[in-house]
């Protein structure tokens, strides 16, 4: 596999409804502008910047010859939004087609080879935003969630209704003047989380990976508006995936399933996929944070990736 140190990263940025939005554009080695390259658009994991996870796979797969796009969802990172750490499906599906909207631009740019990767929650706004944006020629998921659906199943207060209640009090609370209630998606440390009484190993390592790693950034706050669950609690990623989703799929699960959900919502989604051309591949041993960043597990995933765009994009 090529060494993704011998690729380059380039700063851009595009709009999404007046919203500028920051973004990297991680190019193979010996880019050449005069060429024509094969693209793809990085979705990122919920509280996650570019930097970090689609990073990582951004330089991977420039390394096997792609353009790669990441970027800071709006409202987040280095890209514009008030209010801040807002998350809401519909936004994040429309940052991903404006970043199409962006690759077209660009002359070195393959317009008929262009693909999507998602991670974890990035993979479920991947599959939304792909129902109707079919400029995407393969779409690929690694451990994806449907956010909408963890959450119903885990609401912040336990109880969706007690939940659903309380976002009624705190946006009448913020309407006379009260400030944003903003909560953490993980405890800020392993010391937080032991005194929380937290022993769940995802958890865990979620925490390991944002907080207590050569991965921690500081533009990524850890922090969950959250007004974001009146868009969360109400979003469904892939109801519509038997009637629109037919481009080329390629799903990535962990063989460890763990409290995340990955490996059940992958097998979901790849059971509702009506593509002819469809794969689930499952890294056996991995758990969903493992597949993030542990060159172990991340390498036999970008591996059946690069297979897959190949098919799909670099002999289109």
């Not at 951004?58 to 409202?75: N, Q, Y």
């Not at 989380?193 to 850890?222: C, K, M, Q, W």
């Not at 063989?255 to 059940?264: E, I, L, V």
Request: aromatic fraction near 8%; proline fraction near 6%.
């Amino acid at each position: 596999m090529s060494d993704p140190a011998a690729t380059s990263v380039r700063s851009t940025s595009f709009g999404n409804r007046g919203l500028r939005l920051s973004a990297d554009l991680h190019l193979p080695a010996g880019f050449d502008e005069r060429a024509q390259w094969p693209a793809l658009v990085l979705a990122t994991p919920g509280s996650s910047v570019k930097e970090q996870v689609s990073a990582i796979y951004g330089s991977r797969m420039a390394a096997l010859g792609f353009v790669a796009l990441t970027f800071d969802p709006a409202f987040q990172g280095e890209s514009d939004g008030i209010p801040r750490d807002l998350e809401d499906p519909a936004t994040r599906a429309e940052d991903i087609r404006c970043a199409v909207d962006h690759l077209v631009t660009l002359p070195f740019v393959d317009e008929d080879r262009i693909g999507l990767l998602g991670i974890c929650a990035g993979s479920g706004y991947a599959i939304h935003a792909a129902l109707t944006e079919h400029r995407f020629r393969a779409i690929g998921t690694v451990v994806a969630i449907d956010i909408g659906s963890t959450f119903r199943k885990t609401p912040p207060s336990g109880d969706l209704f007690d939940t659903l209640r309380q976002l009624g009090h705190a946006r009448t609370a913020e309407a006379r003047g009260a400030g944003a209630r903003r909560d953490p998606w993980i405890p800020d440390s392993l010391a937080a989380a032991a005194e929380a009484g937290i022993t769940d190993h995802e958890v865990l390592e979620a925490i390991r990976f944002y907080r207590e790693s050569a991965h921690r950034h500081p533009r990524s706050t850890n922090r969950l508006l959250f007004r974001s669950y009146s868009h969360l609690l109400a979003f469904d990623a892939f109801h519509l995936v038997p009637q629109l989703l037919v481009q080329p799929l390629q799903v990535i699960v962990g063989g460890k399933p763990g409290s995340t959900g990955q490996y059940a919502a992958g097998q979901r989604l790849f059971d509702l996929s009506p593509a002819r051309h469809k794969d689930l591949f499952v890294v056996d041993g991995a758990g969903h944070y493992d597949l993030y960043h542990r060159p172990e597990h991340v390498g036999p995933a970008v591996a059946r990736l690069a297979g897959f765009y190949a098919r799909h994009l670099m002999d289109a």
